[in-house]
């Protein structure tokens, strides 16, 4: 599994561990964005970093709202390109949503967006490792 760590090494075993987590979270975050971009393909980050990763990217900020513009000379930008805007329209639309969505509804959501070939249209169930909502009091 190639995670990047680049020969990571320290005599510290609580550092080390740390460093290796945080890696493995990053992997892992990564695996769900490019999930989400191409559903039909698994992609290990290693080799998909490559594509996605080959780029330049310029945020421009005029009126109110911010873009960002990412320019490749990769060879196979064509599907990249439309991996990115797929994934670009769906956290548009979570943005709209986001505040009538609790934090969980919205990792759910997420969730459920990069990982609908597996769930095949439905959403994740209440996970038991999350705590519970929190209400805010009445008054």
């Known amino acids: 599994m190639g995670l990047g760590r680049g020969g990571f090494t320290t005599r510290d075993l609580k550092r080390c561990q740390h460093m290796v987590r945080l890696i493995v979270l990053t992997c892992n975050w990564w695996s769900l964005f490019v999930r989400r971009a191409d559903p039909d393909h698994h992609r290990e980050a290693i ?67 990069a990982l609908k070939k597996y769930l095949r249209g439905r959403e994740p169930g209440r996970q038991p490792w999350l705590p519970p909502p929190q209400h805010a009091p009445a008054g």
């Open 47 to 113: 080799t998909s970093r490559l594509l996605l990763l080959h780029g330049i990217a310029r945020r421009t900020q005029h009126a109110g709202q911010t873009r960002l513009t990412v320019t490749s000379s990769h060879g196979l930008r064509g599907p990249l390109v439309a991996a990115l805007r797929r994934n670009a329209s769906f956290f548009r639309t979570l943005v709209r949503s986001t505040e009538q969505l609790s934090a969980e509804d919205r990792w759910r959501r997420i969730l459920a967006e």
